[in-house]
């Protein structure tokens, strides 16, 4: 794993930041507090990269986070499956990724209210995005929740195929969920701390 050190969607605000700091330090002198902000801002924006992953099968952590729950869900275009639900917060590294080479298959937005993630209603109120996906032959969908810390939805453009590790998009806070095939077989368990390419499971190929 290889550090990028700052994602793409935080180069332009750390470019003003600098800009407007280096005027005011030219101007009034040397400020710590100024260092500090500036500092801190680089912390939300750090970013991670995966070089290399062995097993195609491998699922790996989308975003790096604490695993709310592992449940079994049904839905339309997927039938039973099986949810793991990563929350981030604004300490988390915030760049999310593909778990698995995914081709997409539709992109699904849903706009609503940026909302905390642990409110009981974020999945229907909150602004989310939807991936239906296949890999492997196997039906899936990633699932972005973005938390009340955003002001936007930062995704990239990344075309139909995603590579496994490649990255999708940024958030200061929010939720990531994996509505996997019911046969996968999971390596985390709920309360979970996880961080960006950490196993989650495998999946089940067909022959």
Same mark, same amino acid.
Request: charged letters at 20%; proline letters at 2%.
């Given at each position: 794993?290889?550090?990028?050190?700052?994602?793409?969607?935080?180069?332009?605000?750390?470019?003003?930041?600098?800009?407007?700091?280096?005027?005011?330090?030219?101007?009034?002198?040397?400020?710590?507090?100024?260092?500090?902000?500036?500092?801190?801002?680089?912390?939300?924006?750090?970013?991670? %990269?995966?070089?290399?992953?062995?097993?195609?099968?491998?699922?790996?952590?989308?975003?790096?986070?604490?695993?709310?729950?592992? %449940?079994?869900?049904?839905?339309?275009?997927?039938?039973?499956?099986?949810?793991?639900?990563?929350?981030?917060?604004?300490?988390?590294?915030?760049?999310?990724?593909?778990?698995?080479?995914?081709?997409?298959?539709?992109? *699904?937005?849903?706009?609503?209210?940026?909302?905390?993630?642990?409110? %009981? =209603?974020? =999945?229907?109120?909150?602004?989310?995005?939807?991936?239906?996906? =296949?890999? %492997?032959?196997?039906?899936?969908?990633?699932?972005?929740?973005? +938390?009340?810390?955003? *002001?936007?939805?930062?995704?990239?453009?990344?075309?139909?195929?995603?590579?496994?590790?490649?990255?999708? +998009?940024?958030?200061?806070?929010?939720?990531?969920?994996?509505?996997?095939?019911?046969?996968?077989?999971?390596?985390?368990?709920?309360?979970?701390?996880?961080?960006?390419?950490?196993?989650?499971?495998?999946?089940?190929?067909?022959?």
């Amino acid at each position: 794993m290889k550090t990028n050190f700052i994602a793409k969607t935080g180069w332009s605000l750390l470019i003003v930041l600098a800009i407007v700091f280096a005027i005011f330090q030219f101007i009034w002198g040397f400020s710590w507090l100024l260092w500090c902000i500036f500092i801190f801002f680089i912390y939300l924006f750090r970013t991670k %990269k995966i070089d290399y992953i062995a097993d195609p099968n491998t699922i790996i952590a989308p975003i790096e986070g604490k695993i709310k729950c592992i %449940k079994t869900s049904s839905y339309k275009e997927l039938g039973e499956c099986i949810e793991v639900q990563i929350i981030n917060n604004i300490f988390s590294q915030g760049n999310i990724i593909a778990p698995l080479d995914m081709n997409i298959e539709e992109t *699904r937005i849903r706009h609503g209210l940026f909302l905390c993630p642990f409110i %009981k =209603n974020t =999945n229907l109120m909150g602004e989310r995005m939807l991936f239906l996906a =296949n890999s %492997k032959s196997k039906q899936w969908a990633l699932r972005v929740i973005f +938390g009340a810390l955003n *002001r936007k939805a930062h995704i990239d453009d990344f075309g139909h195929h995603l590579s496994h590790g490649q990255n999708i +998009g940024f958030m200061f806070d929010g939720s990531v969920s994996l509505l996997l095939p019911k046969d996968t077989r999971i390596c985390v368990n709920e309360n979970d701390k996880v961080r960006i390419g950490t196993l989650i499971g495998y999946l089940n190929h067909e022959f």
